[in-house]
C-alpha cells in the first residue's frame, strides 16, 4: 500500500499514539460470484476527515453500506472504539454512534426543516414537542452557520447545497462520533460546494470522524486529512491531501501510463532539460 508522508498543511494529523473511533480490518463482502471487497483496511480517526474514492464499481458504496448495517462483511473485523463490533443492522450502527447520509438524502419534500431534522425521532412520542424541536433545530443549524432561509420552509424549496445541509444536520441530532457521506457533493453548483465542504469542516470541528466517498479531486484535497483509494474492491494507497492528480489517477485507475502520467512526465523532461544542456531538447514533446 502507498503512503505519502508529505505535511499537508492542514490541522495536524491525529498523534500516532491516539485511538481510531472506527477501524475495518481485512473486510471483505461478495455478492455471489462478484467480490465487491476483498481484504480492506481503513481507519478513521476523530477529527478527521477521510476521503473515500476509486473508480465506478470500486466498492465504495459497498463500504459504506457495511459501515451503515445495510450489509454484512462476510469476514474481517470492525472495531468502534478500539472494541470489536457487528454491525448486524442500521439500527445498531446508530446506536454505535456511526451516522451515514446517503446520496440520495431520505428527506421528505413536503415537510418543513424541523420536521425533516426531527423525523422519526420526535423528542416526545405522544405529543410532538414543536417549540423544543425548532429550539434544538434553530441552536444545531446555528452552531453548523448553516445558511437556512427558514425553519418553516418545505424542504422541496431548499437548494440542494441546502438540502444536504439539512441531512447532514439531521444525522447529528443522534450524537454521532462517525459520520459518512455519500457523494455530499456530486450534485451541486460551485457555491454550494463550497457551503457544504465548509460543513464537513465544521463537523469534524466537532470532533467526529468524517468518512466523505467522493470522485471530485478538488474537494477531496480541500476538505481531507487523508485519502483512501479502492480499486476492484481493494485498498489501493493511501495519500495525504497533498497527493498528486497524477499519483491520486495512477492508484485509481490502476494504471501508471495515462494521461495525467503522460503530461506531468512532459514536463518534468522539459524542466530537466532546461537545467541541463547536455540533455537532448524534445522540443515537440515539451509541453502541450
Ligand atoms: N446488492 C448488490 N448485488 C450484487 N452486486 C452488487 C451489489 N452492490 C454492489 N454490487 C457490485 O459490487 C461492486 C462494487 O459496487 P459499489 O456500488 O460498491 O461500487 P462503487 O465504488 O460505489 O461504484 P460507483 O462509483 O459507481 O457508485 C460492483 O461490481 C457492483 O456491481
Ligand atoms: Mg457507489
Redesign the pocket.
Known amino acids: 500500500m502507498t503512503t505519502t508522508t508529505e505535511s499537508s498543511g492542514r490541522p495536524p494529523s491525529p498523534p500516532p499514539d491516539s485511538q481510531p473511533v472506527l477501524s475495518l480490518h481485512g473486510v471483505s463482502k461478495s ?2 460470484a ?1 467480490s ?1 471487497l476483498t481484504d480492506i483496511d481503513l481507519e478513521v480517526f476523530p477529527r478527521e476527515v477521510v476521503a473515500l474514492v ?10 459504506v453500506k457495511v459501515l451503515a448495517g445495510v ?1 454484512l462483511p462476510d469476514s474481517g473485523e470492525i472495531r468502534f472504539e478500539g472494541r470489536p463490533v457487528h454491525v448486524t443492522d442500521p439500527s445498531t450502527a446508530l446506536g454505535l454512534g456511526i451516522a451515514t447520509v446517503f446520496q440520495d438524502l431520505a428527506l421528505c419534500e413536503n415537510l418543513d426543516v424541523v420536521a425533516n431534522l426531527f423525523l422519526g425521532q420526535e423528542l416526545s412520542p405522544l405529543r410532538l414537542d414543536e417549540v423544543h424541536m425548532e429550539t434544538r433545530s434553530w441552536e444545531l443549524l446555528h452552531e453548523l452557520s448553516a445558511r437556512i432561509p427558514s425553519l418553516r420552509t418545505p424542504v422541496a424549496s431548499l437548494s440542494g447545497g441546502q438540502r444536504q445541509t439539512v441531512a447532514i444536520a439531521r444525522s447529528l441530532l443522534l450524537d454521532p462520533k462517525v459520520i459518512i457521506l455519500d457523494e455530499p457533493t456530486a450534485a451541486l453548483g460551485v457555491a454550494q460546494t463550497a457551503e457544504v465542504l465548509d460543513l464537513i469542516e465544521r463537523v469534524r470541528e466537532r470532533g467526529l470522524g468524517v468518512i466523505m ?1 467522493s ?1 471530485n479531486m478538488e474537494d477531496v484535497r480541500a476538505v481531507a486529512d487523508r485519502i483512501v483509494v ?1 480499486r476492484l ?1 481493494r485498498n489501493n494507497g493511501v495519500f495525504e491531501a497533498t497527493a498528486s492528480n497524477e499519483e491520486l489517477v495512477s492508484a485509481i485507475t490502476g494504471a501508471s501510463d495515462n494521461s495525467v502520467s503522460r503530461r506531468t512526465a512532459r514536463r518534468t523532461q522539459a524542466a530537466a532539460d532546461a537545467t541541463d544542456p547536455a540533455s537532448t531538447p524534445t522540443p515537440t514533446e515539451a509541453d502541450s
Open positions: 455478492f455471489g462478484v465487491a476509486g473508480d465506478n464499481g470500486a466498492g465504495k458504496s459497498t463500504l450489509h466517498v470522485h479502492l474492491g
